[in-house]
């Protein structure tokens, strides 16, 4: 028969090990939850500017004030650049800010381009604000914004 005092069925070292490792589990979780919390097209924009902030104008967003058709929202896009070989905008990226997929597109230019604008058509899944991000050659960002009311069968919504 088996003496009557029970051995532990865990010792100290293993005990510090996995308190330090849960430890680092919950602090990595809460990292993890603000960046959950943050919008996705927060996250998006973050991800193509970095810590750069971007300057407010030189970018026209010429969109319908009110979209009676969410499906197919007319958009152009431009930028004041000379879009010489050293001054010239790289890319501008569109980003609807209530849209599941933020990123509706990303329009690139050259010098060669002439000049930078763009046009299409964007699904907007609900009444949001729409950026423009141009991407200029020497690293900076300009943006500009346009709020577009999205409405139902023209009813408002």
Not at 111 to 117: E, Q, R, V, Y
Request: glycine share 10%; with cysteine.
């Amino acid at each position: 028969m088996k003496d009557a005092q029970a051995t532990p069925l865990i010792d100290r070292r293993a005990f510090a090990t996995g308190a330090g490792a849960l430890a680092l589990l919950a602090g990595s979780a809460g990292r993890l939850s603000a960046q959950a919390t943050e919008p996705a097209w927060q996250q998006a924009l973050k991800s193509l500017v970095g810590d750069v902030k971007p300057l407010e104008g030189k970018v026209t967003l010429e969109l319908p004030e009110i979209a009676e058709n969410g499906n197919t929202v007319p958009l152009t896009v431009s930028v004041e650049s000379p879009m010489t070989a050293n001054d010239y905008v790289k890319a501008i990226h569109v980003i609807a800010t209530e849209n599941p997929q933020p990123g509706v597109a990303t329009f690139r230019f050259s010098p060669l381009s002439g000049k930078a604008s763009a046009a299409s058509r964007m699904r907007l899944a609900r009444t949001q604000e729409v950026i423009g991000l141009a991407e200029l050659s020497d690293g900076k960002f300009l943006i500009g914004r346009r709020s577009v009311k999205v409405t139902i069968g023209g009813c408002g919504g």
